[in-house]
C-alpha cells in the first residue's frame, strides 16, 4: 500500500478559493432567540427526498444553538448583503437591525435574501474539523431577479 501524500491545510484552501460559492446564512430559533451563522458550504444532495449538506466547524459556538433547534433555514444571500455576509461572520448580536420573518420551522427567513430554504436536520455525520448537516427541504422560495452575492479567491464577488 502507498503512503498518502501530505497535503498542507493553505494548500488546500489556496486551492479550494478557486472555486466559486454561494454564500447562505443558516438561521434557526434557538432556545435564547434567532441564531444564525455565515457559511460557504451549503449544496443540494438529493431531489427524492429533498435533500441538503451545510457544513459546521466544530469550533462553531452557534452550531450547537442549531443543532439543539432541529432545524434550518439556509438563506442564500444577494449580491447586494455583503455587509449581511460579514455580519453574521462576527460575533455578536447578528440579529441586530436584521430584518427577518419567522418561516414554517420558526426559523428565521432573512429580508430581501436571493432564496431559502427551510429544512429540518434528519442526520449529521463528523468529517475532520467540521460537521456535516443534512437537512430535508420543507419549504423553499428563490427570487428569480435577484443576483447571487459570490465568494471567490478569499473575497465577495457579484455575479
Same mark, same amino acid.
Given at each position: !500500500?502507498?503512503?498518502q501524500p501530505v497535503?498542507?491545510?493553505?494548500?488546500?484552501?489556496?486551492?479550494m478559493?478557486?472555486?466559486?460559492?454561494?454564500?447562505?446564512?443558516?438561521?434557526?430559533?434557538?432556545?435564547d432567540?434567532?441564531?444564525? !451563522?455565515?457559511?460557504?458550504?451549503f449544496v443540494s444532495?438529493?431531489?427524492?427526498?429533498?435533500?441538503?449538506l451545510?457544513c459546521?466547524a /466544530?469550533?462553531?459556538t452557534?452550531w450547537?444553538? *442549531?443543532?439543539?433547534?432541529? +432545524?434550518?433555514c439556509?438563506n442564500?444571500?444577494?449580491?447586494?448583503?455583503?455587509?449581511?455576509?460579514?455580519?453574521?461572520?462576527? &460575533? @455578536?448580536?447578528?440579529?441586530?437591525?436584521?430584518?427577518?420573518?419567522s @418561516?414554517?420551522?420558526?426559523?428565521?427567513v #432573512?429580508?430581501?435574501?436571493?432564496? /431559502?430554504?427551510?429544512?429540518? *436536520?434528519?442526520?449529521? =455525520?463528523?468529517?475532520?474539523? +467540521?460537521?456535516?448537516?443534512l437537512?430535508?427541504? #420543507?419549504?423553499?422560495?428563490?427570487?428569480a431577479?435577484?443576483?447571487? #452575492?459570490?465568494? =471567490?479567491?478569499?473575497a =465577495? &464577488?457579484?455575479?
Open positions: !500500500m502507498s503512503a497535503i498542507a491545510g493553505d494548500d488546500l484552501r489556496g486551492v478559493a478557486c472555486f466559486a460559492t454561494g454564500v447562505v446564512v443558516v438561521t434557526a430559533s434557538g432556545t432567540g434567532p441564531v444564525g !451563522m455565515a457559511v460557504n458550504s444532495v438529493s431531489l427524492d427526498p429533498p435533500l441538503v451545510f459546521a /466544530h469550533t462553531s452557534t450547537p444553538a *442549531i443543532q439543539a433547534a432541529g +432545524h434550518f439556509a442564500v444571500l444577494s449580491a447586494d448583503q455583503e455587509e449581511l455576509a460579514r455580519q453574521f461572520a462576527r &460575533r @455578536g448580536d447578528r440579529f441586530a437591525g436584521v430584518p427577518h420573518t @418561516g414554517t420551522t420558526g426559523a428565521p #432573512l429580508g430581501d435574501v436571493h432564496a /431559502h430554504v427551510e429544512c429540518t *436536520i434528519v442526520d449529521t =455525520y463528523e468529517a475532520g474539523d +467540521h460537521t456535516l448537516v437537512g430535508r427541504v #420543507l419549504e423553499l422560495a428563490a427570487d431577479e435577484a443576483a447571487p #452575492l459570490l465568494f =471567490y479567491r478569499s =465577495y &464577488r457579484l455575479f
